[in-house]
């Protein structure tokens, strides 16, 4: 499938959905939408990616070119911003489908959903769940597969990279992995998945079960895609769901480093790692013997190797657990502390 991705004044730092889709997902990326870095290249910005050219929009781009529109950011709050139209709108007069994983729902947008009809494509919003959830029956921890969860300090600091680089490594290894999605970005790596934020909070372990209990005959081991923070002030409920709803065996620890304060809410202190494991841990006891048994460290906010792997010692030394970066040094010392 050829994918232009839409990532406006994001790209590279705030387009994590962008970033996923062209590290992990199976695409043909032929164009990445940023007005702000029309006429460079993905790979000017990061290496380690699928390359595509940068376009100021659609209409840069032939109708032959492209099969398909990937939203590949959200702001705080998932909504729409109104700037994107004219590419969305561009999108469906090409025929292509787009794929969104906003709360705001384009196939609900009227303007977008006239346009679908009369061009033949679909709108697809990932951020909406099925019917049919219900609540948790608490039974995820009697499955046979082992169930790894990634939980995070906060949002945005690498919880969906280190499970899709982590489940990636432990299948070149020999290892029987699968993922399971929570997010927009993992469903559409994976194109499956419940959205747990967007899930009825009565529902939300329920969902994230129903997904472990559909894959855990067909898998050893199940990597649970995080989201959130247990101590988030907006976000934490979304946490708590997928940690009892998953019962994992063993937890990963997320952090960013040299990050002090929560993203978005800045009057709010990151607190000591010591107090996030005494969290995870003592909240998953009643449901399930989860510890945290590994860390993964997002160094970007560190252009130096020395100083990354500096970064990466004291945070090892603090969890007193092995810990990487999962993209700048691997996964080798996690994995071995996983399996």
């Known amino acids: 499938m050829n994918v232009a991705i839409l990532a406006h004044e994001k790209f590279p730092d705030r387009a994590k959905t962008a970033l996923g889709v062209l590290r992990y997902a199976d695409h043909d990326a032929v164009a990445v939408l940023d007005w702000d870095n029309a006429g460079q290249r993905v790979n000017d910005f990061v290496p380690d990616v699928q390359d595509a050219p940068i376009h100021e929009g659609m209409a840069d781009l032939e109708a032959d070119e492209v099969d398909t529109l990937l939203i590949g950011i959200a702001p705080i709050g998932g909504g729409f911003v109104e700037s994107w139209r004219e590419d969305v709108r561009t999108a469906l007069e090409y025929g292509c489908d787009v794929v969104s994983g906003l709360h705001y729902f384009l196939s609900e947008d009227e303007e977008f959903v006239r346009l679908a009809d009369e061009h033949d494509c679909e709108l697809r919003d990932v951020r909406k769940p099925p019917e049919d959830l219900t609540v948790a029956q608490g039974i995820a921890g009697e499955v046979d597969a082992e169930i790894i969860l990634t939980v995070g300090t906060d949002c945005s600091v690498g919880k969906m990279t280190t499970t899709m680089e982590l489940a990636r490594d432990a299948r070149e290894a020999g290892h029987d992995v ?103 841990e003592g909240l998953s006891a009643p449901v399930a013997d989860g510890e945290v048994v590994a860390g993964a460290l997002n160094t970007t906010t560190l252009e130096d190797d020395a100083a990354a792997q500096e970064a990466v010692e004291a945070y090892t030394d603090e969890l007193g657990v092995p810990a990487t970066d999962v993209i700048r040094f691997g996964t080798d010392d996690v994995l071995e502390a996983l399996f």
């Open 178 to 280: 699968g993922v399971i999605p929570t997010g927009q970005t993992g469903i559409m790596i994976e194109g499956w998945g419940n959205p747990i934020d967007r899930v009825v909070s009565d529902f939300t372990a329920g969902a994230v079960e129903e997904m472990i209990l559909e894959k855990a005959a067909e898998h050893d081991y199940l990597f649970v895609e995080g989201q959130g923070s247990i101590v988030h002030p907006a976000y934490s409920a979304v946490t708590c769901g997928i940690l009892h709803g998953a019962m994992a065996d063993k937890l990963v620890l997320c952090h960013v480093a040299g990050r002090e304060e929560i993203h978005g809410y800045e009057s709010f202190d990151i607190p000591e790692l010591s107090t996030y494991v005494d969290l995870y």
